[in-house]
């Protein structure tokens, strides 16, 4: 099981970023995937996720008309398109799996998903 996440970096206020998350086919197959971010002092929150043939996508409403979240289930990997970056999107982005079993609470919600990748920095100035 491994999710390994790159693309983060510093950018300007009103630029953009692209964020990877190369998952092991394992993880990948059949998986509901997602995008979580921790800024530092609070609690980590569901930015985007996508079902596993990639037609259904949900978002927080801070991030809606923004960011894009895809998937290349040829290359077992999903995407994080970011666009009109603010300073309140840096933080931690951590790419996720559902995995296998385990209660659902929602697509955004943490608890829905087992497996995690290590994070990668977004800021935004």
């Known amino acids: 099981v491994q999710l390994v996440e790159s693309g983060g970096g510093s950018v300007q206020a009103g630029g953009s970023l692209r964020l990877s998350c190369a998952a092991s086919k394992y993880t990948y197959n059949s998986n509901f995937m997602g995008w979580f971010r921790q800024a530092p002092g609070k609690e980590r929150e569901g930015v985007a996720s996508i079902t596993s043939g990639g037609v259904g996508t949900y978002y927080a409403d801070s991030v809606k008309g923004r960011f894009t979240i895809s998937r290349d289930n040829a290359q077992n990997t999903v995407y994080l398109q970011m666009n009109s970056l603010k300073p309140e999107d840096t933080a931690m982005y951590y790419c996720?799996?559902?995995?296998?079993?385990?209660?659902?609470?929602?697509?955004?919600?943490?608890?829905?998903?087992?497996?995690w990748g290590q994070g990668t920095q977004v800021t935004v100035s």
């Open positions: 996720a799996a559902r995995g296998y079993g385990g209660n659902w609470y929602g697509p955004l919600e943490k608890a829905s998903f087992g497996y």
